[in-house]
T-cell receptor, first 112, second 116 residues
Framework: RKEVEQDPGPFNVPEGATVAFNCTYSNSASQSFFWYRQDCRKEPKLLMSVYSSGNEDGRFTAQLNRASQYISLLIRDSKLSDSATYLCVVIRVKSSGDKLTFGTGTRLAVRP | EPEVTQTPSHQVTQMGQEVILRCVPISNHLYFYWYRQILGQKVEFLVSFYNNEISEKSEIFDDQFSVERPDGSNFTLKIRSTKLEDSAMYFC??????????????FGSGTQLSVL
């Protein structure tokens, strides 16, 4: 099983739609979780951290389910500018240092 | 917003040649990282660096790879003898206090390495 798994998509949605992405992780010792956004051929950029209680930032809501080892990202009222690849990122502490693992990403295409 | 800068943006090299990818992390950051992304694939961790030494490295980071912080500002990745499969986008990243503090990781815009 992959350490971090995401549905690659693409998700094609109209403007204004609500879309949700899921991510599962295999290592129960994982400690911190993030969603990053990556535009085509650009660097990843932090979208939001994911907290156990769930957290919201404007149109974006992130949730963590430790028991089931999955993370979700909900985007409400999709904009054309939301078109990108969304990367699930999981951090695990190891004796030699922290290890940050990216999922393969889920592509979102928002159409007019 | 402060930036991580990487040079060059594109590097073309012949198989077997040495390349050095350069990065200038954000000035007050203490943790430095290299990642790579082969076209169409996921971002992969290569190495983390703190307090002038490697703190963690992946299985990709074999003896052909090395990192150095030669002065107070640059952070370099050297590939001694490039292989075709080293062709990828290489991202440098830095953070002030390390990723476990839930702090933002700043990425540079990457160096696209093409090995011919």
């Amino acid at each position: 099983r992959k350490e971090v798994e995401q549905d690659p998509g693409p998700f094609n949605v109209p403007e204004g739609a609500t879309v949700a992405f899921n991510c599962t992780y295999s290592n129960s010792a994982s400690q911190s979780f993030f969603w990053y956004r990556q535009d085509c051929r650009k660097e990843p950029k932090l979208l939001m951290s994911v907290y156990s209680s769930g957290n919201e930032d404007g149109r974006f809501t992130a949730q963590l389910n430790r028991a089931s080892q999955y993370i979700s990202l909900l985007i409400r009222d999709s904009k054309l500018s939301d078109s990108a690849t969304y990367l699930c990122v999981v951090i695990r502490v190891k004796s030699s240092g922290d290890k940050l693992t990216f999922g393969t990403g889920t592509r979102l295409a928002v159409r007019p | 917003e402060p930036e991580v800068t990487q040079t060059p943006s594109h590097q073309v090299t012949q198989m077997g040649q040495e390349v050095i990818l350069r990065c200038v992390p954000i000035s007050n950051h203490l943790y430095f990282y290299w990642y790579r992304q082969i076209l169409g694939q996921k971002v992969e961790f290569l190495v983390s660096f703190y307090n002038n030494e490697i703190s963690e490295k992946s299985e990709i980071f074999d003896d052909q790879f090395s990192v150095e912080r030669p002065d107070g500002s640059n952070f370099t990745l050297k590939i001694r003898s490039t292989k075709l499969e080293d062709s990828a986008m290489y991202f440098c990243a830095s953070s002030e206090r390390g990723v476990l503090t839930n702090e933002k990781l700043f990425f540079g815009s990457g160096t696209q390495l093409s090995v011919l």
